[in-house]
């Protein structure tokens, strides 16, 4: 069927605060879901949508698919059993900060460390905002905070690199008002055979305003990120005139045409590549000394554990001598009881 973002669209009244980033994210994956099943010939019941607890888990009531509003922390595991008892359906899990990287980090780290087929939406506003306002595991330094009123003094998690720690075949990171690169990413990650991870940087008007506003705003937005393309030259800039380069093994930023620097200088992105050095000092680099990282960072092929649990079975079942619970019963050594 060819499927519109309209038919996605569940008749449930978003409950999310007026500006909130979420509200992006919502439309970006409603405009792409459609382009998923096409790609996949699927219909639109072979999607579902599971979360945890968080502001941002309330999109299973707003996606006119298949939903499962998990409790605090255990998305990743009720998707992974989900998918693991139905390989054929599209998982695509909707988290928090909070929910997926305090509570939920153990279930996080070994969901990607198995690399099992969901896409999974990481919501990074750097706060609990459904439970009004503490700090979260990406809260930055010194952040006041309900439960921090004299400022943070936790170093906080880089997503990224969590990911990139855990052995992570997919990464990609975006920005809730940029739609068309948001659009972009969740296709990518539909097509990416493992766990892939989106983070969506995505702004609290009510806790957190503000928080990623340094490289969100539309006046300085180009100059201070980088959306990074596979195959294509690191380069960024509202004049398209800054590029990335390797000197002494560290990135550096570096402006085309001065010093002799050409296009050719500048480094080509390999998302593909299986080595994670480059890809974790693109996941590291921050503002202001660097432009932050966008787009699909990191895109391997690696074997997926529910294509395991399939094969494993089918293997097993095929050797076996046993195929029924009544022949079970009756195997070994048995006794007649009068």
């Given at each position: 069927m060819k499927y519109t973002a309209q038919d996605f669209k569940s008749d449930q009244e978003v409950r999310w605060c007026p500006g909130c980033g979420d509200h992006s994210v919502l439309a970006s994956l409603l405009r792409a879901l459609p382009d998923v099943c096409?790609?996949?010939?699927?219909t639109k019941e072979r999607i579902v949508l599971v979360s945890g607890i968080g502001c941002s888990s309330r999109i299973p009531y707003y996606v006119n698919t298949y939903g499962f509003h998990s409790v605090h922390g255990r998305a990743m595991a009720i998707a992974t059993g989900i998918k693991v008892a139905n390989p054929t359906l599209s998982i695509w899990e909707a988290t928090?900060?909070?929910?997926?990287?305090?509570?939920?980090?153990?279930?996080?780290?070994?969901?990607?460390?198995?690399?099992?087929?969901?896409?999974?939406?990481l919501f990074n506003n750097q706060i609990y905002g459904l439970t009004k306002g503490q700090y979260s595991p990406t809260s930055k330094l010194g952040a006041i905070t309900k439960t921090s009123p004299y400022g943070t003094v936790e170093h906080p998690f880089n997503p990224g690199a969590v990911v990139m720690g855990a052995r992570g075949t997919f990464f990609a990171r975006s920005i809730d008002v940029d739609l068309k690169l948001n659009e972009e990413i969740l296709d990518a990650a539909a097509r990416h055979d493992g766990?892939?991870?989106?983070?969506?940087?995505?702004?609290?008007?009510i806790y957190n305003n503000g928080a990623h506003k340094d490289i969100t705003d539309r006046e300085f937005r180009d100059d201070r990120t980088i959306v990074l393309h596979d195959g294509q030259p690191m380069i960024f800039g509202k004049d398209r005139d800054k590029g990335?380069?390797?000197?002494n093994g560290k990135i550096k930023v570096v402006k085309i045409?001065?010093?002799?620097?050409?296009?050719?200088?500048i480094l080509v992105h390999d998302s593909h590549s299986q080595s994670v050095g480059m890809h974790n000092m693109l996941i590291d680099m921050k503002y202001p000394d660097f432009p932050v990282a966008l787009g699909v960072i990191r895109d391997v092929v690696d074997a997926t554990y529910d294509d395991n649990v399939r094969d494993q079975l089918a293997e097993v079942s095929a050797k076996a001598t046993i195929h029924s619970m009544d022949e079970l019963l009756r195997s070994g050594e048995t006794w007649e009881v009068k």
């Open positions: 096409e790609d996949h010939n699927y928090g900060d909070g929910d997926a990287l305090a509570i939920g980090g153990n279930h996080f780290i070994h969901a990607i460390r198995r690399n099992i087929d969901i896409n999974v939406i766990t892939s991870i989106v983070e969506m940087l995505v702004n609290c008007m990335l380069v390797l000197e045409g001065e010093n002799g620097i050409t296009e050719k200088d």
